[in-house]
């Protein structure tokens, strides 16, 4: 990998490279091609702390063995196999054994409650759910649950029995550059979460990204903080690293403050990368806690949503390390990067310029380009962008493309240097601690408690986690509105739909702000949340 810090400007003159000609597989290109070497390929920090090493050798037996269990239970090229598992060994082993038989891997993410599974698994048609003891009952409630293996497995068949006395080689189905080899699905706005597929032509973009604005060197220690049950975890924390022969990191815990830290320190970790949360977690913690790791990180990547420009200042001061922000989306991978790899201008609070192979444009609503500090919605013109990967959502008829733009529902302004910078959405989405989260999920789960008769839910502005979820409730008659009944709802919701989803805020409201064909006006309530913010924000001494 070049460590010379190209001049961006000259570089993205060029198109990104081609996908390879004929038959093409993900395992290939994430394992199969880095064989014979001994590289390790993943470092994983399990629950007890023990740091375990594996090669792409022994990652090559257990994929065979698996992508033979796939045949053996009648799973064909083009059939989903979903993962409900936390960051560890057997979650790896399960992709790459996916895409070697020529399966769709679909992740799953482990806060999910049983309704956000239930969603994703009949929408994708799964084949096949593997998932760790703790998670196995959440899909007890899911209607027509696909067979399960189960980590560990009581009443399922066991993971590594199943496993066990497999062939250890395994010819990689051949496929092309447009058979999908992920199955994602993004958080809605006006309807349920969207599932799109991506296409193998996608591997080289995401390949991209780590080289060009990550700057992935050989000697670099990778951890991606990001969880692999999202697109920016599973891209660029998996696909992309492992794409370049490069190892990568999982720890199994939870996100703390001292787990960070001490990982960092113990691996030895040069190239940081996640979200702005976990990096306003850090400098909340103090000076103090950073000192062991100073000058340690080389670079650090963040992603998710905009990137305070006082974290920016504050990783240079205390950790003497660069932090860029970039930006990117399920349905196109990262776009728009302050590049490591890369020289060029860099303004704080500014996404920076395309990644190679996109042409971007900030356009009015006539789709107009829109001239420098002109906000507008940032657009992906289709034919000019040989690196976008995305085309369309499955099961829906409305698509977000028009006259050969992708249009991405983010609104953006153009800088005097070239550099975009984010302002705000375009849609409802709540970002929140990094991920996105779409009102529709959060106010359904709502209007199934029995107190319930209608909900909406918004984005509260808030310090650490960009936007808190509030959810304003109007209750059937006779019920009264109570902490204890606030709480309630908040549990009913963090249980039944996800742990990263439910309102932190519940106000309980008489009726709802409505247009006079019924629809809810939740910019009035995202406008009385704001306000409500910002009087809760002590004036400057």
Known sequence: MNTERRDYFEHVRQLPPAPPAGPVNAWIACCGAHLGQQREALCWVDLQRQVRRYTFEQLDAWSAQFAHLLVARGLKPGDVVAGL????????????????????????????????????????????VVCSPDQRPKLDQVTAAPPVLTLEGEGDQDFWQALDGLPTTFAPVPLTGEDPFMIMFTSGTVGAAKGLMVPLRGLEVMATYMREAVDLRAD???????????????????????????????????????????????????????????????????????????????????????????????????????????YGQTETGMILCNHHGLAH?????????????????????????????????????????????????????????????????????????????????????????????????????????????????????????TEVVKAYVVLREGATGSDALAEELAQYVKKRLS???????????????????????????????????????????
């Open 220 to 326: 670099d220690v990778f951890w991606n903080i990001a969880d692999p049950g999202w697109a920016y975890g599973l891209y660029y924390g998996v696909v992309g690293p492992l794409a370049l022969g490069h190892s990568i990191t999982f720890h199994e815990g939870p996100f703390t403050v001292d787990s960070c830290y001490r990982t960092i320190a113990e691996l030895g970790v040069t190239n940081l990368a996640g979200a702005p949360t976990a990096y306003r977690m850090l400098m909340a913690a103090g000076e103090a806690a950073a000192a062991p790791i100073k000058g340690q990180l080389r670079a650090v990547s963040s992603a998710g949503e905009p990137l305070n420009p006082e974290v920016i200042r504050w990783f240079d001061k205390t950790l003497g390390t660069v932090i860029h922000d970039h």
């Open 499 to 541: 742990a990263h989803a439910y309102p932190r805020e519940i106000a309980f409201v008489d009726e709802l702000p409505k247009t006079p064909s019924g629809k809810i006006q939740r910019f009035l309530l995202r406008n009385q949340a704001r306000a409500e913010a910002a009087r809760a924000v002590p004036p400057a001494a």
């Open 85 to 128: 598992l936390p960051r560890r060994l057997e979650l790896l082993i399960v992709i790459l054994g996916t895409w070697r038989a020529g399966c769709v891997y679909q992740p799953l993410f482990t806060a999910f409650g049983p309704k956000a599974l239930e969603h994703r698994l009949s929408s994708s048609g799964a084949r096949l």
């Open 345 to 465: 201008p860099v303004r704080l609070g500014s996404a920076g310029y395309p990644l190679r192979g996109y042409r971007l444009e900030v356009l009015d609503e006539a789709g107009q380009p829109q001239p420098v500090g002109k906000p507008g919605m940032l657009a992906v013109h289709i034919a000019d962008s040989p690196a976008l990967f995305f085309t369309g959502y499955l099961q829906t008829e409305r698509q977000p493309f028009k006259d050969g733009w992708y249009l991405t529902g983010d609104t953006v302004e153009r800088n005097q240097d070239g550099s975009i910078a984010f302002v705000g959405r375009s849609d409802d989405v709540i970002t929140s601690a990094g991920y996105r989260i779409g009102p529709f999920d959060v106010e359904s789960c709502l209007l199934e408690h029995p107190e319930v008769i209608e909900a909406a839910v918004v984005g509260k502005p808030d310090p650490e986690r």
